[in-house]
């Protein structure tokens, strides 16, 4: 294993490497499952480079995900730190939500089969359940931790005032939710509270589900089965409109010898010490440039140059469809 820098998620003392795997795209959400041979392959590579952070919930799949990271990851186990997620009935997202203290343990004790393993370093609420009050989900957490199943947990894509709410009953490691140049609704309101309150923030889309790499355009064509498709932000039109903000990144990327999705991912490094991006590949190319971005100094000046044309450009289009929108925020 490469010596990769490390970040700890706030005050937890949970220490990952500075850039974390987002492992969805392996099994789920875009276009066909990643060929399994080439999955393990692409593991191997981020443990090899370094990388001690692997992302997956049981609804990648369902469950594919957890048991591709339960075989690939078992030799390591004592150098990674696995995250997965509850919270949906079944494991399935079209189903709703589900995060009664019962589920939330079954689904933990079947989640630590699937990744061959005792403990969970880091357990997510995937969504906030509105029929669940937050302080039943911690408690359930709590006595999970208790027993040594989950050493940390976390919310992800939880509004400031749920995040308050679970922090008080069992304190929380780490937020996941969108962030990135494509998307900054978190500087508002989520930053500063997770600032406050010592908790680290996970983004997950941190290149805008590959918008900001520069490789889509608008007459890019995705898979009948990929998510992008229900994208409001991906439509057509929203894509040629959106084009200024990769045009922006080309621009920086060219003074620094980088490319747009190391700037994008070293801009969102430089925001926080407290911050890991999860980017998500199935492409071994892909894993090597997002590892580049770790090493990449953007300078007070860089920041300034992004910040005043980013100030300029409005992104156009919604980031989910509306039934996923009324999911997130709560």
């Not at 490319?259 to 801009?267: G, R, S, V, Y």
């Amino acid at each position: 294993m490469i010596n990769m820098e490390k970040r700890k998620l706030g005050n937890s003392g949970l220490e990952v490497s500075t850039l974390g795997l987002g492992c969805m795209g392996l099994s789920f959400g875009y276009g066909p499952a990643t060929d399994k041979k080439e999955a393990f392959h692409l593991l191997r590579a981020a443990v090899d480079e370094g990388i001690t952070f692997f992302d997956t919930a049981e609804a990648y799949g369902p469950f594919d995900n957890e048991v591709l990271l339960g075989e690939v990851l078992a030799p390591f186990r004592d150098k990674v730190v696995i995250a997965t997620k509850f919270g949906f009935k079944e494991g399935k997202p079209d189903l709703g939500m589900d995060s009664r203290p019962g589920t939330v343990r079954s689904v933990a004790e079947a989640a630590l089969k699937r990744l061959k393993t005792d403990y969970i370093d880091l357990f997510y609420q995937h969504r906030v359940d509105p029929n669940v009050p937050i302080e039943d989900v911690a408690g359930a957490i709590k006595d999970l931790i208790k027993e040594g199943k989950i050493m940390h947990w976390g919310l992800s894509e939880a509004g400031a005032q749920t995040i308050r709410n679970a922090h008080a009953v069992q304190p929380v490691t780490a937020l996941q939710s969108e962030y990135s140049l494509f998307f900054r609704e978190p500087e508002k309101e989520i930053i500063p509270t997770l600032e406050e309150l010592g908790i680290g923030f996970v983004p997950f889309s941190p290149l805008g589900k590959g918008f900001l790499t520069g490789a889509i355009n608008e007459t890019t064509k995705f898979d009948p089965s990929d998510f992008r498709n229900i994208v409001p932000r991906f439509s057509e039109e929203n894509r040629k409109a959106n084009q200024a903000l990769v045009d922006l990144l080309k621009t920086i990327a060219s003074q620094k010898k980088a490319t747009p999705a190391q700037i994008a991912l070293a801009w969102l490094l430089a925001q926080k010490t407290w911050i890991v991006p999860i980017p998500g590949t199935t492409k071994l190319h892909r894993l090597q440039e997002n590892i580049g971005a770790v090493s990449l100094e953007l300078t007070s000046e860089d920041l300034q140059q992004i910040e005043t044309t980013a100030a300029k450009i409005t992104v156009q289009g919604a980031r989910y469809p509306e039934h996923l929108q009324k999911r997130v925020g709560k």
